[in-house]
């Protein structure tokens, strides 16, 4: 991916070494009525330590958390990458896609008679506070719609490359535009609604189906933007779309799962939707740049998606 000479966005926080909470005490984060949109490192590090020691307490304690939108507990097992010369290439990386999807939404926001207004990033090491509670950088990046903010912890993008095999700026890139993603269902009222439909779920897999729709929208929305940033300045280089494509298919629910050592996947549990339902919501925002097309996603039946 091409952002040579392409500006930083502006709103980005720094609070790498800042403090958060001591990680080695653990970490919480709320993924409940304040709108917070959880990481995949808690599952996958639960799924890691299933699969190499047969303890599957974590995993389902994680996901029966997570879905049940309660407090998120994972053990702090990073360290701080510092402000090393090499996390501050990544800053500056995740500052220009920022960027990129400020000036993407901004516009396709203006030709519908909106104003969009811009999150911040916050990028931290180890553990930060937020209006959604507290978490870890085994959360993963995730965003938080009670201060309009997305986190990112830059160790993630080495997670991605050696635990999931989903290197690559653009795939990276897509993390960061997924998570913006978020930000714009938001923005339309979209995120609030449907957290307020899950809260009235009588049970736990009727509020995963809700779930993996708001992932599948901000799939789609992170390729509506994909499209329009390589339609404006061609940034796209060979392999790039594959990259982006690797990635949604080495988070799907159902991928995760069967890497975890499953004998049988449970799609009772899903809460992101399937690796091939990420892909195909994915392209289509890449390939169309349509994004009326992401309204399909929420009324189209479940067998359909």
């Not at 952002?3 to 709103?11: A, F, H, K, T, V």
């Not at 030709?111 to 999150?119: A, C, L, S, V």
């Not at 911040?120 to 993963?140: L, P, Q, R």
Request: one cysteine or more; aromatic letters at 10%.
């Amino acid at each position: 991916m091409k952002l040579d000479g392409r500006r930083e966005s502006s709103n980005v926080e720094d609070r790498r070494g800042g403090g958060g909470f001591s990680s080695s005490s653990g970490s919480r984060m709320s993924t409940g009525k304040k709108g917070g949109c959880a990481g995949i490192i808690t599952l996958i590090i639960g799924a890691v330590i299933w699969y190499a020691t047969g303890d599957s307490s974590m995993f389902f304690s994680n996901v029966s958390n997570m879905n049940n939108n309660q407090t998120v507990e994972a053990p702090a097992t990073r360290t701080s990458t510092g402000n090393t010369a090499q996390s501050d290439e990544l800053k500056k990386f995740a500052s220009q896609v920022l960027a990129s999807t400020e000036d993407v939404w901004t516009n396709i926001f203006k030709q519908n008679g909106m104003q969009y207004n811009k999150p911040t990033m916050v990028i931290f090491s180890d553990a930060v506070n937020t209006a959604c509670g507290s978490a870890s950088s085994d959360t993963g990046p995730f965003y938080c719609s009670g201060d309009k903010c997305l986190y990112l912890d830059l160790s993630f993008f080495a997670t991605m490359k050696k635990q999931l095999g989903a290197g690559g700026d653009f795939a990276y890139a897509y993390v960061i535009a997924h998570e913006v993603g978020h930000h714009i269902e938001n923005e339309l009222g979209l995120l609030s609604q449907l957290h307020r439909k899950m809260d009235q779920c009588r049970s736990e897999a009727e509020a995963n189906k809700i779930s993996v729709r708001i992932e599948l929208l901000a799939d789609f929305y992170a390729g509506i933007w994909g499209y329009y940033e390589n339609k404006t300045f061609k940034s796209l280089e060979d392999g790039d779309l594959e990259e982006a494509i690797n990635c949604a298919h080495q988070i799907g629910d159902d991928y995760l799962q069967k890497s975890a050592g499953y004998r049988q996947v449970r799609p009772e549990a899903f809460t992101h939707g399937t690796s091939q339902q990420r892909m195909k919501w994915l392209k289509l925002g890449l390939t169309t740049g349509d994004i009326s097309k992401g309204n399909q996603i929420l009324s189209l039946p479940e067998s359909q998606l």
